[in-house]
């Protein structure tokens, strides 16, 4: 849970803050902790909450692979908060959830089909610093996924690379979400950096 966040909770209040807690409710079962984090600045939150509604109505990329994209990245940079609620996403969306739970080591798993094993490939090589995308891997997406889907994808880690960098960085946590999940310990990065960029 959230108890070490590096800046401490503001209480949220108001008629906006009532609706946030309505959504919150509505969409994870209860109120995140980490929501009064954010609170602190209400238009940091009200706007990175209004980007996330807009990436969730993009429909180029397979919400699957657009899952497992969110999910590598989320991974590659540490976020357990972000992979726990994706998890729990995942699950409402009705995905598998043997597949889901392997995401965060996604190079060992046999589970993954090869296309997956490249959008996780090029999630995790964007989430780099710098972005380890060859030309190699964004031919090979272009040809399978077309050019929307490809941007869509682009899109979607750089906006999982915001969210989960933001959230680290304020010491955001899981909120456990998913407690039976398991994922939260594999938060990590699961490959060295010069390995990434090409499936395995």
């Given at each position: 849970m959230t108890t070490d966040t590096r800046i401490p909770p503001a209480e949220v209040t108001g008629l906006y803050g009532a609706v946030?807690?309505?959504?919150?409710?509505?969409?994870?079962?209860?109120?995140?902790?980490?929501?009064?984090?954010?609170?602190?600045?209400?238009?940091?939150?009200?706007?990175?909450?209004?980007i996330g509604r807009k990436v969730e109505g993009w429909g180029e990329l397979d919400a699957t692979l657009a899952s497992y994209a969110a999910m590598a990245s989320a991974a590659t940079i540490g976020c357990s908060f972000c992979l726990d609620l994706n998890y729990f996403m995942a699950h409402n969306h009705g995905l598998d959830e043997a597949k889901v739970r392997e995401v965060p080591r996604w190079r060992e798993a046999s589970v993954f089909t090869p296309l997956e094993r490249s959008v996780m490939a090029y999630a995790e090589a964007a989430s780099q610093t710098p972005p380890a995308v060859t030309d190699e891997l964004s031919a090979e997406l272009l040809d399978a996924l077309g050019p929307a889907a490809l941007v869509e994808l682009a899109a979607r880690v750089a906006f999982m690379n915001m969210s989960a960098r933001m959230?680290?960085?304020?010491?955001?946590?899981?909120?456990?979400?998913?407690d039976a999940c398991g994922l939260a310990p594999l938060?990590?990065?699961?490959?060295?950096?010069?390995?990434?960029?090409s499936p395995a």
């Open positions: 946030v807690k309505t959504f919150a409710r509505r969409m994870m079962g209860k109120v995140p902790d980490s929501l009064g984090v954010l609170w602190n600045h209400p238009a940091v939150m009200k706007d990175s909450m209004g959230n680290v960085a304020l010491g955001i946590h899981s909120e456990e979400f998913a938060a990590q990065r699961t490959t060295a950096v010069d390995a990434v960029g």
